[in-house]
């Protein structure tokens, strides 16, 4: 299988090279020429299958430069009982009520949904580069919001031939995210915290790509630019596996009939996780209404209500930091598979320019056939955290909580018949400081103790790689930051090293 770009042109490449190269030389992003498809026989196959076979099979499908074979031995090293050791495998869906079930996301390394792309793309990344003949070594430049810096970090940390720099925004990353990146151990390993928020650390990431004279500066010392951002095909890929895997686990567990349509809602920022769902039903997986949840930034819920993409608008830090998000990279994929190349090439040019752009009416209501846009406002947030343990006795991160009340949104408006199925994509105890509050009205002043009194308050007991952040070393200062123009200046030192 071939991949084109969102915008058009002529380049054309295989899944090894999308991988090892992150991004299309016009700028656009990586697309599968043609999808492949996932039918019921095959899904009653998947059912008896472990989650590494599952990601084999349903990976194999997309990345055909790879062999099942090496996918498999992939997959058995990233989502391993010593990797992701919460009961129920790598990617458990926990029943909340008669119509809503939750697909826990959180039991990676460092406890967020992230881990389950990151934990498997070094491997396919170290495979790209054999398998393309590519000479010299991936310099791997992301931006992150918090949850995307650690998880590569992670992930890649000691890889062979990759070296990995992580941009983070000093405003609305929360300490245990600081903390998890500053104490990041490996050789291989840079984090730069910079003086802005997220979308300029992405903006500046994104120049810095497409910069010749920075190309070139890497290029002499040996490096060549790759993405662990979400516009990779690396990164989306595995993001689909843990769709067909609820689908097939809610089967086994007689909560779904085959073919049943499943209703889906995830708690969305750059339009990755929930983009590989819609991936994973254009492929023939029974999913039904896709929705769309955002937080206080409700970029897509206008969106979806208008056909205006309009990024000229206020940003607000809020207590789902990862969703803090006014340019949703992944949306140009969709508007690839509904409008093609050629307009979405016009609607990127738009937003570069002018900060927006207008689909026009047909592409809207494609578009909100598949998707449903909704928003959830911070008091709103803490009032679901606090609903849903009244409730159920099940405790949920801020993320999760926006997911869940747009879930709710959407089947008190819509009325669905569908089941519904909500991703969960962060550990409570990630986000304490705001779950705590949350849950008791009171706030405390240490991030720690909001984990330590949650723990005593509801009795979960809190992630081992959170418990262990007390003890660790801080390698990179998080009060030494760059200006969001300096950040060229910060790659090259690291390349110099
Ligand atoms: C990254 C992230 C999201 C948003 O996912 P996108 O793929 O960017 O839409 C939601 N929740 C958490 C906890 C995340 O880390």
Same mark, same amino acid.
């Given at each position: 299988?071939?991949?084109?770009?969102t915008?058009?042109?002529?380049e054309?490449?295989?899944s090894?090279?999308a991988i090892?190269?992150g991004?299309?030389?016009n700028?656009?992003?990586f697309?599968p020429?043609e999808l492949?498809e996932?039918?019921?026989?095959?899904?009653?196959?998947?059912?008896?299958?472990s989650?590494p076979e599952?990601?084999?099979?349903v990976?194999?499908?997309f990345?055909?430069?790879?062999?099942?074979q090496?996918?498999?031995?992939?997959?058995?090293?990233? /989502?391993? #009982? $010593? =990797?992701?050791?919460?009961?129920?495998? !790598?990617?458990?869906?926990?029943?909340?009520?008669?119509?809503?079930?939750?697909?826990e996301?959180?039991h990676?390394?460092?406890?967020?949904?992230?881990d389950?792309?990151?934990?498997i793309m070094?491997?396919?990344l170290?495979?790209a580069?054999?398998k393309t003949?590519v000479?010299g070594?991936?310099?791997?430049?992301?931006?992150?919001s918090?949850d995307?810096?650690?998880?590569?970090?992670?992930?890649?940390h000691?890889v062979?031939?990759?070296?990995?720099?992580?941009?983070?925004?000093?405003?609305g990353?929360?300490?245990?995210?600081?903390?998890?990146?500053?104490?990041?151990?490996?050789?291989?390993?840079m984090?730069?915290?910079?003086?802005?928020n997220?979308?300029?650390?992405q903006t500046?990431?994104k120049?810095?790509?497409?910069d010749?004279?920075a190309?070139k /500066?890497? #290029? $002499? =010392?040996?490096?060549f630019?790759?993405? !662990?951002n979400?516009?990779?095909?690396?990164?989306?890929?595995?993001?689909?596996?843990?769709?067909?895997?609820?689908?097939?686990?809610?089967?086994?567990?007689g909560?779904?009939?085959?073919g049943?349509?499943?209703?889906?809602s995830?708690p969305?920022?750059?339009?990755?996780?929930?983009?590989?769902?819609?991936?994973?039903k254009?492929?023939?997986?029974?999913l039904?209404?896709?929705v769309?949840?955002?937080?206080?930034?409700?970029?897509?819920?206008?969106?979806?209500a208008?056909g205006t993409?309009?990024?000229?608008?206020?940003f607000?830090t809020?207590?789902?930091?990862?969703m803090?998000?006014?340019?949703?990279?992944?949306?140009?994929?969709?508007l690839?598979?509904?409008a093609?190349?050629?307009?979405?090439?016009?609607f990127?040019e738009?937003?570069?320019?002018?900060?927006?752009y207008?689909?026009?009416?047909?592409?809207?209501?494609?578009?909100?056939r598949?998707?449903y846009?909704?928003s959830?406002?911070?008091?709103?947030?803490?009032?679901?955290?606090?609903?849903?343990?009244?409730?159920?006795?099940y405790l949920?991160?801020?993320h999760?909580?926006?997911?869940?009340?747009?879930?709710?949104t959407?089947i008190?408006?819509?009325k669905p018949?569908?089941?519904?199925l909500?991703v969960?994509?962060?550990s409570?105890?990630?986000?304490?400081s705001n779950v705590y509050?949350?849950?008791t009205g009171?706030?405390?002043d240490?991030?720690?103790?909001c984990i330590?009194?949650?723990?005593?308050l509801t009795?979960?007991t809190?992630?081992?790689p959170?418990s262990?952040l007390?003890?660790?070393?801080?390698r990179?200062?998080?009060?030494?930051?760059?200006?969001?123009?300096?950040?060229?200046?910060?790659v090259?030192?690291?390349?110099?090293?």
């Amino acid at each position: 299988m071939m991949y084109i770009s969102t915008r058009g042109g002529d380049e054309r490449v295989s899944s090894a090279q999308a991988i090892a190269q992150g991004i299309a030389k016009n700028g656009g992003l990586f697309v599968p020429e043609e999808l492949p498809e996932i039918s019921e026989a095959e899904i009653t196959e998947l059912i008896g299958m472990s989650y590494p076979e599952r990601a084999a099979y349903v990976l194999s499908k997309f990345l055909t430069d790879y062999t099942e074979q090496e996918l498999l031995g992939y997959a058995e090293r990233s /989502y391993s #009982a $010593e =990797r992701f050791p919460g009961e129920g495998g !790598a990617a458990p869906v926990h029943t909340l009520s008669d119509k809503i079930s939750v697909l826990e996301l959180f039991h990676g390394p460092t406890c967020a949904f992230k881990d389950m792309a990151l934990q498997i793309m070094p491997h396919l990344l170290s495979g790209a580069l054999e398998k393309t003949g590519v000479k010299g070594d991936a310099f791997i430049l992301t931006a992150t919001s918090g949850d995307t810096g650690k998880a590569a970090l992670d992930g890649y940390h000691d890889v062979p031939r990759v070296r990995i720099m992580v941009f983070y925004p000093v405003y609305g990353v929360s300490r245990v995210q600081k903390l998890q990146m500053s104490t990041q151990e490996g050789e291989n390993v840079m984090v730069c915290p910079v003086k802005g928020n997220f979308d300029d650390t992405q903006t500046g990431v994104k120049r810095i790509f497409t910069d010749p004279e920075a190309n070139k /500066y890497l #290029a $002499e =010392r040996g490096y060549f630019f790759s993405s !662990a951002n979400s516009i990779n095909w690396g990164r989306l890929a595995p993001q689909i596996v843990y769709y067909v895997s609820a689908y097939c686990d809610m089967i086994a567990s007689g909560r779904l009939k085959l073919g049943e349509q499943l209703d889906v809602s995830v708690p969305t920022g750059n339009f990755g996780d929930i983009f590989a769902a819609y991936i994973a039903k254009r492929c023939g997986l029974p999913l039904g209404r896709l929705v769309c949840a955002s937080n206080k930034n409700r970029i897509l819920t206008d969106f979806l209500a208008t056909g205006t993409y309009d990024r000229n608008r206020d940003f607000y830090t809020t207590m789902s930091p990862s969703m803090d998000i006014l340019i949703s990279s992944n949306l140009e994929r969709l508007l690839w598979f509904i409008a093609g190349a050629d307009a979405t090439r016009g609607f990127m040019e738009s937003l570069t320019s002018g900060g927006s752009y207008t689909v026009p009416a047909d592409t809207l209501a494609d578009a909100r056939r598949d998707f449903y846009g909704a928003s959830c406002n911070e008091e709103q947030t803490a009032e679901c955290i606090r609903s849903t343990y009244e409730k159920y006795g099940y405790l949920i991160d801020p993320h999760t909580a926006v997911g869940l009340y747009c879930a709710e949104t959407y089947i008190g408006e819509e009325k669905p018949q569908n089941k519904l199925l909500c991703v969960s994509t962060a550990s409570p105890y990630k986000f304490a400081s705001n779950v705590y509050p949350a849950l008791t009205g009171k706030k405390l002043d240490d991030e720690f103790e909001c984990i330590d009194e949650t723990a005593r308050l509801t009795g979960v007991t809190p992630p081992a790689p959170l418990s262990e952040l007390r003890s660790k070393t801080v390698r990179f200062d998080p009060d030494k930051y760059s200006m969001p123009e300096e950040m060229l200046d910060c790659v090259k030192r690291f390349a110099d090293k």
